[in-house]
């Protein structure tokens, strides 16, 4: 299949401009990106194409219906400058998964990385060696074909863009407990990593926000008495030394960093529930002193510790960890990811 992509380089990379040493997160894109078609049933036209706008008729679909799903993934370099995926099957699994929930045809595996490894052969310049910064990809696809009718598109379009990236947060982070707004519900689309997932989460988002909070812990759409995800991320509680995790269900996404942190937790001997929990043992547990760290874990910030949180109109502030589980944990990853220790599972991918 890699033969097969037509190439079409830009005429002047803009890689000189951009300060490597300060890189926000996916707010620089790099040169390319690599553009596949859905069209009369099969995907086709692949081609790696200098990144630029995109052309499509109002009656696009994606403008009306929504048929919209990304994942993220991200390249490291090693010391040798090798470079690096973590877990790129995965995330090829959970985007064929998406598209099945909302009507888009998969993508076989051959283009997905095919294009993938193209891209980051023809990129690879962009892909930061300093400590604590990748290149976040986001592989999406989204319906391209036209019409009004209230029904799945005819046409679609994948597209990997890149951007080098540094930290996703900085600083501490606290969160709000949602009593009000649920991110997703049983039967729905929670589970893929669908676009309008995300829009949703915006407006409670910003009341958050408003409010002091960099975040919002979701909870169950019934009852919201059960804690689910925190923001875009799954989220992990450690309870004295067991450390508790929410189930996967049609609400909550099978994280690649979820099943990670799983795996090496198991192998490390850390106690590992994976069961509801309620918000009233999360405040429970607060009061008493036996909450001892909560961190959300996803792609984009690996793992990130939550400093305190917010519930009934009452502060709670978790104890300072050096050493705990979620900066552990994250090191253990991040060694594995950028090829600073072995990696007894497979999952690190050198291209």
């Not at 040169?31 to 086709?44: A, P, R, S």
């Not at 999406?140 to 799945?152: L, T, V, W």
């Not at 169950?220 to 689910?228: A, F, L, P, S, V």
């Not at 999360?282 to 961190?295: D, I, P, T, Y």
Request: aromatic residues 10%; proline residues 5%.
């Amino acid at each position: 299949m890699e033969s097969n992509i037509r190439v079409k380089l830009i005429e002047k990379s803009k890689i000189d401009t951009v300060d490597f040493n300060n890189l926000t997160f996916g707010g620089i894109f790099s040169d390319h990106m690599f553009v596949c078609d859905y069209i009369d049933g099969e995907w086709k036209n692949a081609s790696i194409e200098p990144y630029a706008p995109i052309s499509l008729n109002p009656s696009a679909k994606i403008f009306h219906y929504g048929q919209s799903i990304f994942e993220g993934m991200k390249a490291y370099k090693d010391a040798d400058n090798k470079t690096l995926l973590f877990r790129p099957l995965d995330n090829h699994k959970r985007l064929n998964k998406s598209a099945e929930r909302l009507v888009i045809p998969q993508i076989p595996e051959d283009i997905f990385m095919d294009g993938l490894k193209k891209l980051l052969e023809i990129d690879n310049k962009w892909i930061p060696t300093n400590e604590g910064s990748s290149l976040y990809i986001r592989p999406f696809i989204f319906a391209s074909g036209e019409g009004f009718h209230a029904s799945p598109a005819n046409a679609y379009k994948l597209i990997i863009c890149t951007a080098p990236s540094g930290a996703y947060f900085s600083g501490d982070v606290k969160v709000l407990i949602e009593e009000k707004y649920a991110r997703a519900a049983n039967g729905g689309v929670g589970f893929a990593k669908a676009g309008g997932n995300y829009a949703a989460q915006f407006y409670p988002t910003k009341l958050a926000t408003d409010k002091g909070y960099q975040q919002v812990i979701w909870t169950d759409d019934n009852t919201h008495q059960y804690i689910e995800e925190a923001g875009a991320m799954n989220i992990f509680i450690r309870i004295n030394d067991t450390l508790i995790t929410s189930p996967t269900s049609d609400r909550i996404l099978d994280g690649i960093t979820r099943k990670s942190i799983l795996q090496i937790a198991e192998d490390k001997n850390i106690p590992v529930e994976v069961r509801k929990i309620t918000v009233s043992e999360v405040v429970e547990a607060a009061e008493n002193g036996s909450l001892k760290e909560m961190f959300g874990a996803g792609t984009a910030a690996v793992i990130s510790p939550i400093s305190g949180f917010g519930f009934d109109n009452k502060e709670y502030d978790l104890p300072k960890i050096t050493d705990g589980y979620a900066t552990n944990l994250k090191k253990y990853i991040t060694d594995i990811q950028t090829n600073k220790s072995e990696d007894p599972y497979g999952w690190r991918v050198q291209l």
